[in-house]
């Protein structure tokens, strides 16, 4: 077997990127999207030949229409879930508390609205994997840490 014949047998697994934005009450910047029910963070897929921290500058450009810092990783969570969705790694970066009088643009094809919640009220409209990892990266900032999961719980090592 080739090189070449090896990998094209490798699982892939998808690679999303968000970041993690605060305003000075400590409550998160969540999007919400045209084509899903769910609020999100600002981020999305990282794209072939994009790093996750390109990704998220790049996403986060997009979706607010401002050029925040994208600062150190936060979270990164293994999803082995399976399901239609499949295997990904999703990793949450530190975007920093921004004022409250920041002007986001969001696309109007691809997001409704945004606000900034609570993080104990963020299970109301994330999913809850999205509203644990989260949580865990709020306490990531908090502790100077990076915090692996394994489909949103702490990875068992």
């Known amino acids: 077997m080739s090189e070449a014949e090896f990998y094209?047998?490798?699982?892939?697994?998808?690679?999303?990127?968000?970041?993690?934005?605060?305003?000075?009450a400590g409550r998160i910047l969540m999007v919400e999207p045209t084509y899903k029910e769910t609020w999100e963070v600002p981020g999305d897929v990282v794209e072939a030949d994009e790093t996750a921290f390109a990704a998220c500058q790049?996403?986060?450009?997009?979706e607010l229409g401002v050029d925040l810092q994208v600062g150190r990783v936060l979270v990164i969570d293994h999803q082995c879930d399976g399901g239609h969705r499949g295997d990904s790694i999703m990793f949450i970066y530190d975007g920093g508390v921004v004022s409250e009088d920041l002007v986001i643009r969001l696309p109007a094809e691809e997001l409704r609205s945004y606000?900034?919640?609570?993080?104990?009220?963020?299970?109301?409209?994330?999913?809850?994997?999205?509203?644990?990892?989260?949580?865990?990266?709020?306490?990531?900032?908090?502790?100077?840490?990076?915090?692996?999961?394994?489909?949103?719980r702490p990875?068992?090592?």
Not at 58 to 62: A, M, P, Q, V
């Open 8 to 24: 094209s047998k490798v699982p892939r697994k998808r690679v999303g990127a968000g970041m993690l934005i605060t305003d000075p």
């Open 58 to 62: 790049r996403e986060c450009l997009e």
């Open 115 to 152: 606000r900034f919640v609570e993080a104990a009220t963020l299970g109301t409209i994330a999913a809850e994997r999205l509203a644990r990892r989260l949580r865990y990266a709020i306490q990531a900032r908090l502790n100077h840490q990076v915090i692996e999961l394994v489909d949103g």
């Open 155 to 157: 990875a068992p090592h």
